[in-house]
């Protein structure tokens, strides 16, 4: 079974820039999380996805960052523009379900704005 | 919310001893407690899970428990090793959103 892909892996740009991360979850996995790890801290959930329809995005700053799922497969979380404090890792997760709860987790990308 | 606490932040022990981490949320609701290893610029892995109506779950050294009174539950390694070296998280799933929370980590060194 194929994991949680993501990319790009790294990613280096200058404050105010934009950029965009892309991840394609566990075939047949309904729920998408995408996380933000800060060096030192556990994942802080950004947003949640049921299929294409959001569940949780209250941690999400909406006037920087966007995320769609537009078919209910693949996503893609954008920073418009960047900040110094967005450097860290987007861990993206999936899982089978609301009632089935064990994620699974991409390899990440990591992220550094100067 | 959910507020999620773990400690200690960081744990050494010796080879073949063992090690115990905490992790005390605070919503009644919640229903799901996973734990998570993550080694250095690698994804984290589930190592074990512990839903609400269970009090303890074993997997050769690895075990948790769940007190669901004190609200807290806790990650038990024995006989470690060398390759146990990481950092290890902690998560509760929210009983209504299915929203899952994160402990700050702890950073377990096992000394040969």
């Known amino acids: 079974e194929a994991g949680v892909a993501q990319s790009p892996r790294y990613k280096i740009i200058e404050k105010r820039q934009s950029v965009a991360f892309w991840c394609n979850p566990i075939s047949g996995h309904a729920t998408l999380y995408w996380y933000q790890q800060i060096l030192g801290q556990g994942p802080k959930l950004l947003i949640q996805f049921q299929n294409n329809g959001v569940v949780d995005d209250s941690q999400l700053p909406k006037d920087r960052f966007s995320a769609e799922r537009l078919k209910g497969v693949d996503s893609t979380l954008k920073i418009q523009p960047a900040k110094l404090e967005d450097s860290a890792v987007y861990l993206c997760a999936s899982s089978l379900g609301q009632g089935i709860e064990t994620q699974y987790f991409g390899p990440g990308t990591r992220l550094l704005v100067l | 919310g959910e507020n999620v606490e773990q400690h200690p932040s960081t744990l050494s022990v010796q080879e073949g001893d063992s090690a115990v981490i905490k992790c005390t949320y605070s919503d009644s609701a919640s229903n799901y407690f996973p734990w998570y290893k993550q080694e250095l610029g690698k994804r984290p892995q589930l190592i074990i899970d512990?839903?609400?109506?269970?009090g303890e779950k074993k997997d050769q050294r690895i075990a948790v428990t769940l007190n669901k009174t004190a609200k807290h539950f806790s990650l038990h390694i024995t006989e470690t090793q060398p390759e146990d070296s990481a950092v290890y998280f902690c998560a509760v799933r929210e009983g209504g959103t299915y929203k899952y929370i994160f402990g700050t980590g702890t950073r377990l060194k096992v000394l040969a």
């Open positions: 512990i839903r609400s109506n269970v």
